[in-house]
């Protein structure tokens, strides 16, 4: 139940924000956007545009919710309520992930709605999502700034967007198939094509296990920068 109610916290916390209302406008370009491309770069354009949505919300809405939670003094509730750091990320990946699900699958259903594979596109945006708000996090916790923040992200996040330079013919290297976002085109390209059943396993393999070891780093970035540092003031 506090899982629960976590999630439920963050997605009124997000509303508040003006999360929702924001990326009501972003989907609103997207389709503009979509509405006038030709029909021979629509289906590459609009999976391009797909992928880098969740993983832009996960990557760098958590960065601006971790810092404003930490400058209101948010986070001081972790030792005075029974919410364990694990429920406390849980509860960040899941409310964005709902977020990025909801504008992607809107986005595309306008465009591809005859076409689109729903589970495997859910699965390819549900893990892109995880992943990415993982990967932000880490150096949401290590920064003391929006600025900071944003200075530093392309170090961050600039290796796992290669993959779009093989998606449009530009470069291609085996090393490519590592990267949890090469499984992502993969499965978004499935989605709307066809997608076998190998493909599908080792796509979903791969991010699972970029995600385990994000996960893992996360929380000791979170403890030793979030916990420890809270719990040494007081």
């Known amino acids: 139940m506090r899982l629960v109610h976590a999630v439920g916290m963050d997605i009124r916390f997000q509303m508040r924000q003006g999360f929702y209302y924001a990326y ?12 006038f491309l030709p029909d021979a770069h629509l289906e590459k354009v609009s999976i391009a545009i797909v992928f880098s949505d969740p ?3 996960g990557f760098f809405f958590i960065g601006g919710i ?4 930490r400058e209101q003094s948010t986070l001081d509730s972790l030792f005075v309520t029974p919410l364990r750091i694990h429920e406390y990320l849980i509860s960040k990946i899941m409310s964005l992930t709902i977020l990025a699900l909801m504008s992607s699958t809107f986005t595309m259903l306008i465009f591809h709605h005859d076409q689109l594979n729903i589970l495997t596109f859910s699965v390819a945006v549900v893990l892109t999502s995880i ?11 290590r920064v003391s700034s929006v600025n900071e923040y944003l200075y530093l ?20 290297t085996w090393l490519m ?7 992502t085109l993969l ?7 066809i997608i076998t059943v190998s493909q599908f396993i080792y796509a979903c393999i791969i991010q699972a296990v970029w995600i385990l070891v994000v996960y893992v780093f996360a929380y000791k970035a979170f403890y030793k ?9 007081k």
Do not use: K, Q, W
């Open 55 to 57: 993983s832009a919300l």
């Open 66 to 69: 971790v810092l404003l939670e």
């Open 177 to 183: 198939n590592l990267l949890p976002t090469r499984a």
């Open 187 to 193: 499965l978004l390209d499935g989605s709307l094509d």
């Open 131 to 141: 992943f990415f708000t993982l990967l932000g996090l880490i150096l949401a916790v």
């Open 153 to 172: 992200s392309p170090l961050y996040i600039i290796v796992f967007f290669l993959p779009l330079l093989e998606y449009f013919n530009i470069y291609d």
């Open 24 to 35: 009501a406008l972003v989907c609103l370009f997207y389709v503009i956007v979509f509405h």
């Open 225 to 233: 920068f979030i916990v420890l540092r809270i719990g040494g003031s």
